[in-house]
Every structure is written in structure tokens, then in C-alpha cells.
């Protein structure tokens, strides 16, 4: 028996703009402009062909970027809106969290609130008093129950929202990212209630962005994807081929911001002579004085002589492909295209991965790995290979540099390139050295595999 059956749903909502907007509902009506009658460019469906059943006593994990029709989906099932076509049936009490504090009067106490909001679920207020006590002892709000609730802070609200939700023993359970907003000890208190609700045959269905939580908890998990379905079924599957998606976007969008980067950088920062002047001559003290005073504090940008040029910086995977986004522990191999209108033979290159926060992950040039002596002619690659990004997650930024042996730069790009590091583990810091556990006596460890 399924507690919830979609089948071909479309919801579709009208374009607002600045022209031809109704000022009420009577000069839409009279108008006879609704939205049946809108064109298509005035119109956008937040969700469309969406079909999918919930078995009873099913957890179902929803998840998708923002503006997928996550929460559009979640508020037709709880009857907030009808679909535009398609039908929705859920069978048995329905109780929704999708708001804070929705339906929560601010001017009245907590204890008004909960009964309010109980009998607006369907229970009796003979119900509600039988219940009162164990609704505001999981709501942690013993001392403050008969406090308006407009005093109340957002974690306060969604504590009590959710412990009416819950204990009004519904048949089919809607939540919609309010965890995120609880502690961690009320967050574990949820995620038992969760469990006893699976043990009661009761049916759930999640939209969160915690993916752990997705592949740990639920049962099926369901990809919205720009109001369609993308993928169902597994969890670990759903999760793993929305992961690869996010990452081909996320690469996308790094590849393009260099450019970007570089374009507003060059406003600041710019060799004050041509690059073909530039490519012939010694710097100039005006040139070199472009160079920040402290690389470390420098913000991003590029400087230098341009006598021996970058024209291009890619990042390689292990497969030959540039990329910009790694899992950590995968090999990387950063590129330099490098150009000279004329021989030099004073010649060092350099790399240095910096974190989000600034801090030096590490740097190294040809001179400190041993190099005596690099010259160039013409054109050329230079090729900087890590065989273990041991990197923790995180977006990490790329120095990349040609200069001279005391440093004068010809050309220098200070945090012009990314690196996006991803892990399925959680762990502190930034670097993640290859490590293992072992135990001995009476300890055991099992299930954990080698953090090489």
C-alpha cells in the first residue's frame, strides 16, 4: 500500500515583472488573465511531470540544488497548494514541517501556540493535554512555555514546531531542512524519534541537504533536478550520481573564473608598458613596483615583466582531462603554457595552494627542488605533478609564477586559479596525511577502512 502516490504533477507559477501586473485579484478576474491564459514566457513551472509512489512506512530522502521544487513539491503534498495538473493522494494524517514556526501566532505564549497548532493538525484538545507535557519536555522549553513566542529565538520556534509535528502522531511525516537549525543533541533527539517512527510503520519523507544523513537514514532517495525527476531509488546511488553533477557544474563554473579573475585584476594591476614593448626590454622600477609589498597579504591579481609570459594554466586529472575538481588522495598535474619573445636564462617557476582563509598550504619552486639553472625560447609547457592530493575538503586557490633567481617576477598569478578539493569524510584542517588505526589487547575496531 503506498501512503503517497504523485502522478504526473505540474505546478506553474506566473513571471512577475514590472508590466501588466494586477494590482488585485478583482482586476485579474475581470481582466480574465489568469494564469491558464498567460503565454509561455510568462510563466515558469517549479515543477513538472514529477511521478513517484512512498510505500507506507517508508523513509524518502528528497534532495536537489535550490529551486529544484523541493519545497513546492513538499507543500502540495501537505495540501498548502494544489498542482497545476497531475494529482497528489496521501493517505492518513498529515503532519508538515516546512516553516518555522508556521502557523505560530508571535503576540500569544507557547502553550496557546501548541494547542492552536495541535487542533490545526486534527487532534481534539482533550488530545493535546494528554500530550502537553511530552511536547514541551522534547522541546526543551520547560521555562519558557508561557512566554510569547515572538520572544522566542528561531532555534526555540523550530524546537516547538517540531515537537508538535511529531506528537501528533501522523501517519505521513514532512520535513523540510529543519534540522539544520537545531543543536546537536536536539538534532540526535529528532533523528531517534525518525527511527521509532520507522519502527511504527510510519512514513517520512526528508528534503535536507545533509547527504550523510540521506545515504544513513532513508530508504529511497529521490533527485529533483529543475522541477523533474532526475533520479530515484538506491540512496547511495541518488547521492553519488548528484554529487558527479554538482562537481561537472562546479568544474564548469571554476574553469570560466580565471578569466574573470584576471579581467578585474588587470583594472588594478597591469605592466604599465605593451606586452610587446614588455617582451623585448628589462623591467622598469615602475614596472617591478607593481609587485605587492607582502605576497602573502596580496589579494588576487597578476604583475611582472611579462618577459616570459603564462598564456595558460591547466589543471589534469589522472585521465589526461583538465578539470578543477579532485576527490582528495587523487593525483594532479598542474600545466603552465609559458611564452618568451626573446631568450631568458634567468628563470624559475613556482607554485603555492593557499586555503580559502589565505593560509600557505604549501609553495615550492624549480630552484628550492634543485634546479641550477631554466631558460626558454619561444614556447613551451612546464609541467608540476602531485601524485597524492592529500588535501582535506575545501576550495583551495593556485599561485603560479615565472621569475627571476632573486625573485623579480615576469609573470605572476596570485589566486587567479581554484582547486576544488572534495571527501566523503569530515575531517579538521588541511592537510591529510596518509594514516592508519590499529588497535591491540582488548580493543577492537571494526568497519574502518585505512585513511591512506
Not at 614588455?278 to 604583475?303: F, H
Request: net charge neutral; charged share 30%.
Amino acid at each position: 500500500m503506498n501512503a503517497i502516490e504523485v502522478r504526473d504533477v505540474r505546478k506553474t507559477y506566473r513571471r512577475y515583472g514590472r508590466r501588466k501586473q494586477f494590482g488585485t485579484l478583482k482586476s485579474a478576474l475581470l481582466s480574465g488573465r489568469i494564469v491558464r491564459d498567460l503565454r509561455p514566457d510568462q510563466t515558469f513551472d517549479a515543477l513538472h511531470g514529477v511521478s513517484f509512489d512512498v510505500p507506507a512506512g517508508e523513509t524518502l530522502g528528497l534532495i536537489g540544488r535550490n529551486g529544484s521544487g523541493k519545497s513546492t513539491l513538499l507543500k502540495l503534498l501537505a495540501g498548502i497548494g494544489r498542482p497545476t495538473s497531475g494529482t497528489v493522494r496521501v493517505a492518513g494524517r498529515i503532519s508538515a514541517l516546512i516553516e518555522l514556526g508556521a502557523g505560530f501566532h508571535p503576540e500569544i505564549s507557547g502553550r496557546e501556540n501548541v494547542y492552536i497548532n495541535g487542533m490545526m493538525l486534527g487532534l481534539s484538545k482533550r488530545d493535546i493535554a494528554a500530550r502537553f507535557d511530552e511536547i514541551v519536555a522534547f522541546a526543551e522549553l520547560e521555562d519558557f512555555i508561557d512566554a510569547p513566542v515572538k520572544t522566542y529565538s528561531s532555534g526555540m520556534y523550530m524546537r516547538l514546531g517540531f515537537a508538535v509535528a511529531i506528537h501528533v502522531d501522523p501517519d505521513v511525516l514532512l520535513v523540510d531542512e529543519v534540522l539544520a537549525v537545531g543543536d546537536e543533541t536536539f538534532t540526535h533527539k529528532c533523528l531517534d524519534k525518525f527511527a521509532e517512527f520507522r519502527r511504527r510503520g510510519r512514513t517520512v519523507l526528508l528534503v535536507t541537504h545533509a547527504l550523510d544523513l540521506v545515504t544513513r537514514f532513508c530508504d529511497r532517495a529521490l533527485w529533483l533536478d529543475a522541477g523533474g525527476v532526475r533520479v530515484q531509488g538506491d540512496p547511495r546511488r541518488v547521492v553519488d550520481a548528484y554529487l558527479q553533477d554538482v562537481a561537472k557544474a562546479e568544474d564548469a563554473a571554476l574553469a570560466r573564473e580565471p578569466d574573470r579573475l584576471r579581467a578585474r585584476s588587470a583594472l588594478r594591476r597591469v605592466s604599465p608598458r605593451p606586452l610587446a614593448e614588455a617582451d623585448t626590454a628589462r623591467p622598469t622600477r615602475d614596472q617591478v613596483s607593481d609587485e605587492p609589498p607582502d605576497m602573502y597579504r596580496a589579494a588576487e591579481g597578476r604583475w611582472g615583466s611579462r618577459e616570459v609570459e603564462i598564456i595558460g594554466v591547466d589543471l589534469v586529472d589522472r585521465d589526461g582531462r583538465t578539470a578543477h575538481v579532485f576527490a582528495s588522495g587523487d593525483p594532479v598535474e598542474i600545466r603552465l603554457q609559458v611564452h618568451a619573445g626573446r631568450p631568458v636564462d634567468d628563470l624559475v617557476f613556482g607554485v603555492g595552494i593557499f586555503n580559502a582563509e589565505g593560509v600557505c598550504c604549501y609553495g615550492t619552486n624549480t630552484a628550492i627542488d634543485g634546479a641550477r639553472s631554466a631558460s626558454i625560447q619561444g614556447t613551451g609547457e612546464v609541467r608540476f605533478s602531485i601524485e597524492r592530493l592529500d588535501l582535506v575538503e575545501g576550495s583551495y586557490k593556485l599561485d603560479v609564477a615565472a621569475h627571476r633567481q632573486n625573485g623579480a617576477a615576469y609573470d605572476y598569478h596570485r589566486l587567479l586559479h581554484t582547486i576544488r578539493v572534495t571527501s566523503r569524510l569530515k575531517e579538521a584542517g588541511i592537510f591529510r596525511p596518509p594514516h592508519r588505526w590499529s588497535v591491540s589487547g582488548g580493543v577492537r575496531l571494526e568497519g574502518m577502512g585505512s585513511g591512506a
